[in-house]
């Protein structure tokens, strides 16, 4: 009790009050002053970090509402080829044009540096498959063990996991479709630019069948292909907004179904 009573006199000596009278009024001071940002007070304050000043530099382009203006979707298949790929991304980049590869995992594993560069200048990634057999030739866990095979070659080699299938050939049956988890792309402009491999035909044939929601399907392994691409967009530009697969269809994450146009 004694040492209690001491204690008490001790706190209660006039330079111990002061000292504490300055103490309380620094904290009063700390809480309440506007200008100093407290740990509560943190969330409101924007914070600017490397990563921050980068994304606000990033322009991004408006998105196209695909149900008012008229869009068209090219995509190209069977690549990456080291020979022709790199020819159709200049132009594309020319026409400041972003459009859909469906990419071989065979080629994809012997391109890998190829398929960072398909994504790195903005175009959608799908997956056709790792070996381009028929689909329908193939048993379900052959289907299954082929997307996946072509699926991890792609994410392997750097570019995001692909949401699109289209299968080899457009070889789609029901038994096919129950086995792929993907959403699968077919077309409904098909130039056959495999057949005769002469640009002028296969331009011709896009002008000349192209429609608002088409999906138009090429190959970016022919040297005609690849020549037929500036003239083509060079017309298209006219009428068309030239879209991903994902933009003209609107496409939600995990849709299920099988898609040949909007
Ligand atoms: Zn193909």
């Given at each position: 009790?004694?040492?209690l009573r001491e204690q008490y006199k001790k706190l209660a000596r006039p330079q111990t009050v002061v000292s504490l009278f300055v103490v309380a009024v620094?904290?009063?001071?700390w809480f309440w002053s506007p200008q100093i940002i407290r740990p509560s007070r943190a969330a409101?304050?924007?914070i600017i970090t490397p990563l921050a000043q980068h994304v606000q530099s990033v322009t991004f382009n408006v998105p196209?509402?695909?149900s008012k203006v008229p869009c068209l979707a090219l995509t190209f298949d069977d690549g990456p080829s080291p020979a022709i790929t790199p020819q159709v991304l200049d132009i594309?980049?020319?026409h400041n044009v972003k459009v859909t590869f469906f990419l071989i995992?065979?080629?994809v594993a012997d391109n890998p540096a190829l398929v960072r560069e398909i994504h790195v200048?903005?175009?959608e990634i799908g997956n056709h498959s790792w070996s381009h057999r028929k689909f329908s030739e193939l048993s379900p866990n052959q289907i299954e063990k082929d997307i996946a095979k072509a699926q991890y070659a792609i994410t392997s080699a750097g570019a995001p996991a692909p949401r699109l299938f289209r299968a080899p050939y457009g070889d789609v049956n029901a038994m096919v479709r129950s086995h792929v988890s993907m959403t699968v792309v077919s077309w409904n402009v098909d130039p056959e630019d495999w057949r005769d491999r002469k640009a002028d035909k296969v331009v011709e044939h896009v002008l000349s069948t192209a429609k608002p929601g088409a999906i138009i399907d090429l190959h970016d392994i022919y040297q005609s292909t690849a020549d037929a691409l500036d003239?083509?967009?060079t017309e298209l530009e006219k009428t068309y907004q030239l879209v991903t697969v994902s933009e003209l269809l609107s496409l939600p994450s995990g849709q299920p179904g099988i898609f040949y146009g909007r």
């Amino acid at each position: 009790m004694v040492r209690l009573r001491e204690q008490y006199k001790k706190l209660a000596r006039p330079q111990t009050v002061v000292s504490l009278f300055v103490v309380a009024v620094m904290i009063g001071g700390w809480f309440w002053s506007p200008q100093i940002i407290r740990p509560s007070r943190a969330a409101d304050v924007p914070i600017i970090t490397p990563l921050a000043q980068h994304v606000q530099s990033v322009t991004f382009n408006v998105p196209v509402d695909c149900s008012k203006v008229p869009c068209l979707a090219l995509t190209f298949d069977d690549g990456p080829s080291p020979a022709i790929t790199p020819q159709v991304l200049d132009i594309l980049d020319k026409h400041n044009v972003k459009v859909t590869f469906f990419l071989i995992g065979l080629h994809v594993a012997d391109n890998p540096a190829l398929v960072r560069e398909i994504h790195v200048r903005g175009h959608e990634i799908g997956n056709h498959s790792w070996s381009h057999r028929k689909f329908s030739e193939l048993s379900p866990n052959q289907i299954e063990k082929d997307i996946a095979k072509a699926q991890y070659a792609i994410t392997s080699a750097g570019a995001p996991a692909p949401r699109l299938f289209r299968a080899p050939y457009g070889d789609v049956n029901a038994m096919v479709r129950s086995h792929v988890s993907m959403t699968v792309v077919s077309w409904n402009v098909d130039p056959e630019d495999w057949r005769d491999r002469k640009a002028d035909k296969v331009v011709e044939h896009v002008l000349s069948t192209a429609k608002p929601g088409a999906i138009i399907d090429l190959h970016d392994i022919y040297q005609s292909t690849a020549d037929a691409l500036d003239p083509m967009l060079t017309e298209l530009e006219k009428t068309y907004q030239l879209v991903t697969v994902s933009e003209l269809l609107s496409l939600p994450s995990g849709q299920p179904g099988i898609f040949y146009g909007r």
